[in-house]
């Protein structure tokens, strides 16, 4: 780990695997209900696994899902270029194929697919990079997503403070969730000054090229509208250029195909997945109070997204080797014995208490300048 990732980070170490942590600090109940959960988790999978072979084949589902998920993507985009579908139609369609990919990448960082051929390995990583250029490039995440594993919810937890885990619920939030490359910028803004170039330089180099090219494009689109809206409110004409007034309708089909589908597939990603894990006074470790399960009616919209992400994340935090489509298969059974073993569900509180465990004013200790970062 580089110095400026442990200063952002914290003291944690981020390279001792999952089951080297000490659990010293784990209340011995809850260890005995973390046993039990992974106990039933696993025999589940197994179980499954034993009655369906095709699942042997973990390599060739997965590319075959990536395929499927991009030729969709793409026969629907060509759909839309061509006027057989509206725009309405186009925009959530591509987003639903996206999310597959989502959860494509998020097996490969804990490399669940061609785990021995670095070839297939590294070529499926560019591609579900490709498919969604909005995010950060892969082999970046993965040691950032490894160490949220790792410390889940405490202070060194970058990935889930990055998509505003913590923060008070607001529309300023709702923003950030959206717009994650202007939401982690503010976060950085305010680390301290020794810090803050390096933070944004590594930023920088993380978005290269892919995202770099997706907000430039999106935050242009979006300052020409609200410029042009103000100004038809306001009954004035902006002399644009004629390479942008002679090119909106290029423009226009981008942002329906591109640039809108991703926002949505990575605003519903955000939404959820802050929201259901916990922040700021869990038991570093503690699997049972990391995250709650969000499969309520009211999330359809945003799970439609992201692959049903607050019903199955919490099971992965507890067996890690399941790929995304074998969690919804063992979801029933998994579900059951995380109830039983005190897992919250639904606690629609986390928005009140931003994303503690308990009530805010129970949280121990002061926060660091960049936790409050």
Known sequence: ?????????????????????KQNGINPQDQKRIAAIKTAILAEGDRIRARYPILQHQDAIGMAILMGSMLGAGLTAWAYLHGVLAWYITIPVIAIFLSFTHELEHDLIHYMYFRKNKVMHNLMM????ISRPSVINPWARRHIH??????????????????????????????????????IKLRVLRLPSDLRKRALGRIAAGNFPLATVFWTLWHVYFVYWVVEGV?????????????????????????????????????????????MHYYGDVEDGNFVQQCQVLNSKWFILPHLFCFNFG??????????????????MTAKKAHEVMRAQGVRFNDLGTFRRSNRWGEENQVQG???????A
């Open 1 to 21: 780990m580089t110095n400026l990732t442990q200063k952002l980070m914290g003291s944690g170490d981020s390279g001792k695997p999952a089951s080297r942590i």
């Open 126 to 129: 560019a591609l579900v990079w």
């Open 146 to 183: 490894l160490h949220h594993h790792l410390h889940s919810g405490t202070e060194t937890d970058v990935e889930e403070r990055s998509i505003t885990n913590g923060l008070k619920f607001s529309l300023l939030r709702l923003w950030m969730m959206f717009d994650l490359n202007w939401g």
């Open 231 to 275: 100004s038809i409110l306001a009954g004035v004409h902006v002399p644009w250029p004629d390479v942008l007034v002679n090119n909106m309708d290029t423009y226009n089909a981008i942002a329906v195909v591109l640039l809108a589908p991703n926002l949505l597939r990575s605003f519903s990603i955000n939404f959820i997945s802050s929201n």
């Open 311 to 328: 019903s199955t994340h919490g099971i992965h935090h507890f067996v890690v080797r399941d790929p995304f489509y074998l969690r919804q």
């Open 366 to 372: 002061k926060a660091s300048p960049q936790t409050a």
